[in-house]
């Protein structure tokens, strides 16, 4: 069972933040916060992962709360190619051997 | 492209035919996975390959049967499949185990 909660669905503006919320309260001191998307009909694609720390790639940001027990991804311009399903999941860095996909967010950006 | 190459992309077979799926990366990874995704279902994970062993097998029916010859080259073979297998079957790799996976365009199959 997917150890995450996310809103089904959320709209955007183009141009502007996409701030996606996940919670893991549940989240073990070993287990680190994955997000991935997936685009309509196409495989699913890794964003960040992080442990305690914020974090930022050419991507996204990750911000974790302090007590871990969730997150935020920002996606700081959104634009229309970001519409896509996205997936937070929480798993042990090299301890699982699978990675368990919940039913994940439906984010639409929209003109 | 994303480095894990999945052929064919679309397939249509007969409930008596048998045929492959392949997925092939070049990134280095060590594991390999097969995942099922229905029709507005969430992925479902059937196989975990790690060094070339199956390390993982979520009760799948024996008619989905994986093969991993080598580290660069995962194969799900299909024999006598039903309608509700139809789905989209995504292949994935890792250099260690749930770390970064890199999936695949998947393959669109339709069990008719």
Same mark, same amino acid.
């Given at each position: ?111 | ?6 052929? @064919? ?7 008596? +035919?048998?045929?492959? =799926?392949?997925?092939?990366? *070049? ?33 799948? @029916? ?7 010859? +080598?580290?660069?080259? =995962?194969?799900?073979?299909? *024999? ?33």
């Amino acid at each position: 069972d997917a150890k995450t909660t996310q809103p089904p669905s959320m709209d955007c503006a183009e141009g502007r933040a996409a701030n996606l919320p996940c919670n893991h309260s549940t989240i073990s001191g070993n287990e680190y916060v994955y997000w991935y998307r997936q685009i309509h009909s196409q495989g699913p694609q890794y964003i960040i992962h992080g442990l305690k720390n914020n974090e930022t790639n050419e991507m996204a940001s990750l911000i974790i709360t302090e007590d871990r027990k969730s997150s935020t991804l920002i996606l700081p311009h959104a634009t229309l190619r970001d519409t896509a399903v996205y997936y937070c999941i929480v798993d042990e860095r090299g301890g699982s051997e699978k990675l368990v996909f919940g039913k994940g967010m439906k984010l639409t950006v929209n003109p | 492209e994303t480095g894990v190459t999945q052929t @064919p992309r679309h397939l249509v077979m007969g409930m008596t +035919n048998k045929k492959s =799926l392949k997925c092939e990366q *070049h990134l280095g990874h060590n594991a390999m996975y097969w995942y099922k995704q229905s029709a507005k279902k969430p992925l479902e994970l059937m196989f975990v390959y790690s060094l070339e062993e199956r390390v993982e097998n979520n009760s799948v @029916p024996s008619r989905f049967s994986p093969e991993c010859p +080598n580290s660069s080259h =995962l194969f799900l073979h299909l *024999h006598t499949l039903q309608p509700e297998d139809s789905a989209l079957y995504l292949c994935a790799s890792s250099q260690e185990l749930a770390y970064g996976y890199t999936f695949g365009s998947g393959t669109r199959l339709t069990v008719v």
